[in-house]
């Protein structure tokens, strides 16, 4: 299936999940915020939230600073 991530396309497989897709990104779990559709989806819902076709992910990663 097909979907997009920061505008980009990605071809994912059935049944992949957003952990599973922050997984293949190599991004972690505690430092991201997830749009899905333009919805905020907790931290608590990424293994439960299964993607479909044409889904919109956008993905923002959180920085500290001083």
Excluded: P
């Amino acid at each position: 299936m097909q979907v997009a991530v920061n505008g980009k396309a990605y071809e994912l497989a059935e049944g992949t999940r957003l952990s599973d897709l922050l997984v293949e990104l190599k991004l972690d779990t505690v430092k991201v915020a997830l749009e899905l559709n333009r919805n905020l989806v907790v931290r608590k819902d990424h293994a439960e939230t299964l993607l479909t076709e044409g889904d919109r992910i956008e993905i923002v990663t959180l920085v500290g600073g001083g």
